[in-house]
Structures are given as structure tokens and as C-alpha cells.
């Protein structure tokens, strides 16, 4: 059975950083992806980031690029999602979800597993 279970989430000022971690457990072969999802209030859940676990091949929403950086470590089972220059807008619930197949995806369709949301919250 697979199971995320994301944390790291908290209240920081703009301009901050936070790292966000999701542990994964049950995919028994190299062979899938992590991404991060967030939802804003009113707004529909957006990709963040993603992670391939075979190749390391990222993907990363234009909002995001070059502020935030996805890493795993495959022997603890652990996708970091490293957030710096946070902007209020930002501010949202943050999701990691899991895939089968090693691309990493960008779409909510794409991703069969998810673990709860942790809040992240920018402070102006």
C-alpha cells in the first residue's frame, strides 16, 4: 500500500524560506515520481514540482522557478521541496502525491496517490 505523508509546512514572513517533506512508503521499485500540488483558497490545486525517482528529471511551474528546488533521497524514501523567497501568494495547501512510472508529471490527473496537505502560510 502506498502512503504519503507531507510536513514541514508553518507561517513565514515573505522573503522566508520553509522546506516541506514528504515520506513515502510502498513503492517497491525505482520506477515512479513525487510532486507537489498546492490549493489556495478559491483557487483550483495547482503543480508545484515533481520528481522523477530513476533519472532525477524535475519539473517546476513557471511561479516557482528558480525560488523553489526539489530533491530526494531514495534510501529514506524522502522528496524535499526546498522554498525560498516565499511570496504571500504563495500561501496555500501544499500536497505530495505519487505516480507509477518514472516522469515527472505536472497534472493532478496524472498522480494516483496522495497524502494530506501541510499549510504554508506567507506572511506580508
Known amino acids: 500500500e502506498v502512503q504519503l505523508q507531507a510536513s514541514g509546512g508553518g507561517l513565514v514572513q515573505a522573503g522566508g524560506s520553509l522546506r516541506l517533506s514528504c515520506a513515502a512508503s510502498?513503492?517497491?521499485?525505482?520506477?515512479?515520481?513525487i510532486g507537489w500540488f498546492r490549493q489556495a483558497p478559491g483557487k483550483e490545486r495547482e503543480g508545484v514540482s515533481s520528481?522523477?525517482?530513476?533519472?532525477?528529471?524535475?519539473y517546476y511551474a513557471d511561479s516557482v522557478k528558480g525560488r523553489f528546488t526539489i530533491s530526494s533521497d531514495n534510501a529514506k524514501n524522502t522528496v524535499s521541496l526546498q522554498m525560498n523567497s516565499l511570496k504571500p501568494e504563495d500561501t496555500a495547501v501544499y500536497y505530495c502525491?505519487?505516480?507509477?512510472?518514472?516522469?515527472?508529471?505536472?497534472?493532478?490527473?496524472?498522480?494516483?496517490?496522495w497524502g494530506q496537505g501541510t499549510l504554508v502560510t506567507v506572511s506580508s
Open positions: 502525491a505519487g505516480r507509477w512510472g518514472a516522469i515527472a508529471a505536472s497534472q493532478e490527473y496524472e498522480y494516483d496517490y
Open positions: 520528481i522523477s525517482s530513476s533519472d532525477g528529471s524535475t
Open positions: 510502498g513503492f517497491t521499485f525505482d520506477d515512479y515520481a
